[in-house]
């Protein structure tokens, strides 16, 4: 089976976009032009059944390998999966699949950040200079906070393209050579503090996998625990999560999905890049849950029972991201991000890795939330302009978001622009 002639995500005119790798992707609202014309006997408490089975299964005849979505709307529930695992024998996906979910650990990292300040031993607006002096020393560590860290507003660039330096010249060798190699986080983080930075501390959004492993360093020094062991027990296990995990080996535990990346069309067929070192993404994306598990999460933490109301309301305190237009596409706030929609506001976040792509969505009003995973990822063309060209994956995919988070009344997939996931952590595979 050969790649969709296209990848993974659409044109996006933010700063670094068209990208190759991992963690942060958010969903501008798709252009609307049609009405659903449900029908009643198939919808529950909001649900369409019908509606969702036929826009997951028209993701996977766009030229999805595979895809696993679980929809929730107050008590009702719907899952399903369509495609395939691997495409070699024809296992098909199924909806409770553990998933590499990347940047969404960043939420996880944030919700244990924030439960420190909730104990007074970190102070959002503190210069990170005061617990790591020595990782940011100068004037560079006086000036940007805790809090510039969570929302990427500390100008700290990404260590992305000096961990993978082949693909800005057009190859994936060192993904190839490196992804069973342990990384260091402190190698990360200087990786990306000595790259020029990309904005004053404060000034502006950029998204940025360092400012997430500096802050787990962070966490491991005020908690003088593994950030990850201590996530597991006082995140993960107290929300109840049974499918969530940090790996330590480069393998998913139990039955899961291939997870295959074209690369833009560096590699044809598209490889499989289910098994890597998940110390590459650390505290920024090294997290595998299931579907069902994030739509929990989500929802407990928005309905505050994570964090106390003061954290919750700084951990939704957002500032702007803007396109290459100046147009604002989504608000980011402490490793949350929302976002509009035909059917009012979102919130939730969004992760890519090698292979593997995952959004976690819920609507303001509590109402309905989205869980979704894939398992082909930069499939798109890049055009003539080094532009992401859309691929019919990207309006199958802006169909089935709209219906599970706007319900029946939504507009029909066939007249949906093409979905617009919004990716700024990656970097640009060069052709």
């Not at 068209?18 to 009405?35: D, E, F, M, N, S």
């Not at 951990?315 to 604002?328: A, C, F, K, S, Y």
């Not at 929302?338 to 890519?352: D, I, K, L, M, Q």
Request: positive net charge; hydrophobic residues 35%; aromatic residues 8%.
């Amino acid at each position: 089976m050969r790649a969709p002639a296209g990848n993974s995500l659409r044109r996006q005119a933010i700063s670094g976009l068209g990208l190759l790798l991992a963690c942060v992707t958010a969903l501008p609202a798709p252009a609307v032009a049609a009405t659903a014309d449900p029908s009643p006997a198939a919808t529950e408490a909001g649900l369409d059944r019908r509606a969702l089975r036929q826009s997951l299964d028209a993701i996977r005849d766009a030229g999805m390998y595979g895809v696993y979505s679980d929809v929730r709307d107050g008590p009702a529930r719907w899952n399903g999966a369509a495609g395939v695992a691997d495409v070699d024998t024809g296992r098909p996906v199924r909806p409770e699949m553990p998933h590499r979910i990347g940047s969404i650990t960043k939420t996880f990292t944030a919700v244990a950040i924030l439960q420190q300040v909730e104990k007074g031993r970190i102070e959002l607006d503190a210069p990170i200079a005061r617990y790591l002096p020595d990782l940011i020393p100068g004037e560079r560590g006086r000036q940007v906070t805790v809090r510039m860290l969570l929302n990427h507003t500390s100008g700290i660039a990404d260590y992305i393209a000096g961990a993978f330096p082949s693909l800005v010249v057009g190859s994936t060798q060192s993904v190839d050579d490196n992804r069973l190699r342990t990384a260091q986080p402190e190698e990360l983080a200087r990786i990306g503090l000595e790259f020029p930075p990309t904005n004053e501390p404060g000034r502006s959004w950029a998204y940025s996998n360092t400012n997430y492993v500096i802050a787990g360093l962070l966490l491991r020094k005020v908690t003088r625990t593994d950030p990850e062991r201590y996530i597991t027990d006082q995140v993960i296990r107290k929300a109840g999560l049974r499918g969530t995990y940090f790996p330590r080996t480069p393998f998913i535990h139990g039955p899961h999905s291939k997870a295959y990346d074209s690369f833009y069309g560096l590699i044809d067929p598209p490889r499989d890049y289910s098994v890597y070192n998940p110390s590459w993404f650390g505290m920024a994306g090294a997290m595998v849950s299931t579907m069902d598990d994030l739509n929990r999460f989500y929802r407990l933490l928005l309905d505050g029972k994570i964090l106390r109301p003061a954290e919750l309301a700084q951990m939704r305190t957002t500032v702007p991201v803007t396109d290459g237009l100046g147009n604002v596409v989504m608000n980011y706030g402490l490793g949350i991000y929302n976002e509009n929609t035909p059917c009012g506001r979102v919130w939730g976040h969004s992760g890519g890795v090698f292979g593997m792509g995952t959004y976690a969505l819920a609507r303001e009003d509590g109402g309905r939330q989205l869980s979704i995973g894939i398992n082909l990822m930069k499939y798109n063309e890049i055009d003539e302009n080094n532009q992401i060209v859309p691929h019919p994956i990207d309006y199958a995919m802006g169909g089935h978001l709209l219906q599970a988070l706007c319900g029946p009344a939504t507009p029909s997939a066939r007249g949906i622009g093409p979905w617009t996931p919004f990716q700024a952590d990656q970097v640009r595979v060069k052709r």
